[in-house]
């Protein structure tokens, strides 16, 4: 089931971002901020997966997804994409950026039409970072 994040889901959240950005937390004050949406994955009332994306005016930024890896291979990621796809109609470009070797998340991405935009080479200190982008590229 996909919800948003409240404040009594910050500290499950914020070990689960230590995954992805040792220095990240999410605090009740970004909850409340009005670009930033705080999504999660539940099975069995457990939170699985997170993703945080941003609607600047009419795009949308999807900084970050990570599913528990237990609970990979679920398409539990393409829920949570396809979420915010569906719930930001208006919003028609959104960009992402992924590590060239993340295979699994290309698939994915490609799979919802995202197209690459560029490559920002050594990004990841010695790997490359794909942007994609789904919708129109030229505005």
């Known amino acids: 089931m996909i919800q948003k994040i409240n404040s009594n889901d910050l500290i499950t959240y914020n070990q689960i ?3 992805i950005d040792e220095h990240e937390v999410v605090t009740n004050e970004l909850l409340e901020h009005p670009f930033y949406n705080y999504i999660k994955y539940v099975v069995n009332d457990l939170i699985v997966a997170i993703l945080k994306y941003s609607v600047i005016y009419d795009r949308i930024e999807i900084d ?3 599913v528990l890896p237990d609970y990979r291979h679920m398409k539990i990621g393409s829920k949570l994409v396809n979420y ?3 719930n930001n109609n208006e919003n028609f470009n959104i960009s992402l950026e992924v590590r060239a070797s993340n295979f699994a998340a290309i698939k994915m991405y490609e799979k919802f039409q ?3 935009l ?3 080479k050594k ?3 010695d790997e490359d970072a794909i942007i994609y ?3 129109d590229m030229n505005e």
């Open 17 to 19: 971002i230590k995954n």
């Open 64 to 66: 970050y997804i990570y």
């Open 84 to 86: 915010v796809i569906e």
């Open 114 to 116: 995202f197209k690459k």
């Open 118 to 120: 560029l490559i920002r």
């Open 123 to 125: 990004y990841y200190g």
């Open 133 to 135: 982008m789904r919708g």
